[in-house]
Antibody, heavy 119, light 106 residues
Framework: QVQLVESGGGLVQPGRSLRLSCAAS????????MYWVRQAPGKGLEWVAI????????YSADAVRGRFTISRDNSENTLFLQMNSLRTEDTAVYYC????????????WGQGTLVTVSS | EIVMTQSPATLSVSPGERASLSCRAS??????LAWYQQKPGQAPRLLIY???TRATGVPPRFSGSGSGTEFTLTISSLQSEDFAVYYC????????FGQGTKLEIK
């Protein structure tokens, strides 16, 4: 079965960096576009970044552009999110999510990893 | 950005009754609309895509309808496990989510 397992979250000070990982299994990882989606405490859902099948195309939401970088290693079936210059407003649970071919809803989600940005 | 507006924010319904949740898009998204269920401490779960197609394993008591700018998620006979927060999401352009409807036990 499809599994997405995030790791790397934690408590970090404003201005510092953090790298999240998402280990994928149960499907051919290199066949799928992947997203990072976040949810601030008690709030709704917000997409953060998207990456194409082979990693050649990426795009980030306005709120994180220039600070966050999405990447993937298809040989290791792993998705990454490098987060630099973190701000308190980046505090959220970060989910990796898969989108099915030719569409952009999220058919599978990881369990999430909490990032807390605080001094 | 397409703004998704869900109503009501909270819906109180008794088990066994029918619940209808609404979602409105700020512009036409055709049928590019999905619904998710989220329980406390869990990730969202896909229920409906294409406005009306149930995802794998979703019980038939869940149904979606609508197109363009107006959408509805209907749960025909509420079970205890259905009390959760529900989000709609459009994917006609860059994905955006509604703010959620909390379905609570009356």
């Amino acid at each position: 079965q499809v599994q997405l397992v995030e790791s790397g979250g934690g408590l970090v000070q404003p201005g510092r960096s953090l790298r999240l990982s998402c280990a994928a299994s149960g499907f051919t990882f290199s066949d799928y576009v992947m997203y990072w989606v976040r949810q601030a405490p008690g709030k709704g859902l917000e997409w953060v970044a998207i990456i194409s099948y082979d990693g050649s195309n990426t795009y980030s939401a306005d709120a994180v552009r220039g600070r966050f970088t999405i990447s993937r290693d298809n040989s290791e079936n792993t998705l990454f999110l490098q987060m630099n210059s973190l701000r308190t407003e980046d505090t959220a649970v970060y989910y990796c999510a898969r989108v099915p071919a030719s569409s952009y809803y999220f058919d599978h989600w990881g369990q999430g990893t909490l990032v807390t940005v605080s001094s | 950005e397409i703004v998704m507006t869900q109503s009501p924010a909270t819906l109180s319904v008794s088990p066994g009754e029918r619940a209808s949740l609404s979602c409105r898009a700020s512009q036409d998204v055709s049928s590019n609309l999905a619904w998710y269920q989220q329980k406390p401490g869990q990730a969202p779960r896909l229920l409906i895509y294409g406005a009306s197609t149930r995802a794998t394993g979703v019980p038939p008591r869940f149904s979606g309808s609508g197109s363009g700018t107006e959408f509805t998620l209907t749960i025909s006979s509420l079970q205890s496990e259905d009390f959760a927060v529900y989000y709609c999401q459009q994917y006609d352009h860059w994905p955006t989510f509604g703010q959620g409807t909390k379905l609570e036990i009356k």
